[in-house]
C-alpha cells in the first residue's frame, strides 16, 4: 500500500489508563509509547476531546493525530470511535498502540486487523467500530511471573531497569510509525516484525 493511498489525517491512538498511578504501569505501554512520539515531534497533549487527550502536528508532512483515551483501558472504544467519526477517517487510517502480555518484554508486533487477544481495550474498540480491520502496534510485556494474576501483573509498574531498556522499544516504535504514515503499513510491518514471521 503506498502513502498516495492512505487518507490523512491518521489517528494514533496509544492504550492505556490515566492517573499518576498508572503511568509506569506495563498495561500503559501505549501512553508511554505515543508520549515519547510526542515528545520528539516537539507537540504536547493539551486539550481533552471526545474522552481523550488529544494533540495534533506534522510527523514528516503528514497530518497527525495523537489521542490517549481517559475513559480508563475497558472503555478504550469509547473515545477512539467518536474521534474515528469526528474526522470521518476509514479504519486504514488509524494505529492502536497497545500492551500485549503475549509478547516476549521488548518486542513489536504491527498486523493489519485481528482480534482482542484478551485485551480488553481493544475489545471495547472492536465493538465500538464495528470491525476489528484497522492497524495496531504491540508492544511486548510477557507473561506474569509464575501464578501472579495476569489482571493485576498488567497493572504493577515497569522496573527501573525495564523502562530503560524499554526506551530503545518505544524508539524502533517510532520509527514504525514513521514508516506507517509516510510508506504505508506494509513498511512498517517490514520493519517491525521479524522476518521469519510477518503476521
Keep these: 500500500m503506498s502513502s498516495q493511498a492512505i487518507p490523512s489525517p491518521f489517528l494514533i491512538v496509544g492504550l492505556g489508563n490515566p492517573g ?4 509506569n504501569t506495563r498495561h500503559n505501554a501505549g501512553f508511554l509509547l505515543l508520549n515519547a512520539l510526542a515528545k520528539e515531534m516537539g507537540i504536547t497533549f493539551s486539550r481533552l476531546q471526545s474522552k481523550a487527550l488529544v494533540t495534533h502536528g506534522l510527523l514528516e508532512g503528514q497530518k497527525v493525530i495523537l489521542a490517549k483515551p481517559q475513559t480508563y483501558m475497558n472503555l478504550s472504544g469509547e473515545a477512539v470511535g467518536a474521534l474515528m467519526k469526528f474526522y470521518k477517517l476509514p479504519p486504514e487510517a488509524l494505529l492502536v ?7 516476549p ?10 482480534g482482542a487477544g484478551g485485551h480488553k481495550g481493544m475489545a471495547s474498540i472492536i465493538q465500538h467500530l464495528g470491525t476489528q480491520n484497522f492497524p495496531r502496534l504491540r508492544i511486548g510485556i510477557d507473561r506474569p511471573p509464575g501464578r501472579t494474576d495476569a489482571a493485576a501483573y498488567v497493572l504493577q509498574d515497569f522496573s527501573a531497569d525495564e523502562l530503560e531498556a ?12 514513521h514508516l506507517f504514515v509516510t510508506q504505508g503499513l506494509d513498511a512498517a510491518m517490514n520493519y517491525v516484525n521479524p522476518q521469519e514471521n510477518n503476521w
Excluded at 97 to 103: C, E, K
Excluded at 166 to 177: D, F, H, K, V
Design 20 to 23: 499518576r498511578k498508572y503511568q
Design 97 to 103: 498502540v497497545y500492551d500485549d502480555v503475549d509478547l
Design 105 to 114: 518484554f521488548g518486542a513489536l508486533r504491527m498486523r493489519p486487523k485481528g
Design 166 to 177: 524499554l526506551s530503545e522499544t518505544l524508539g524502533r516504535g517510532i520509527q514504525a510509525i
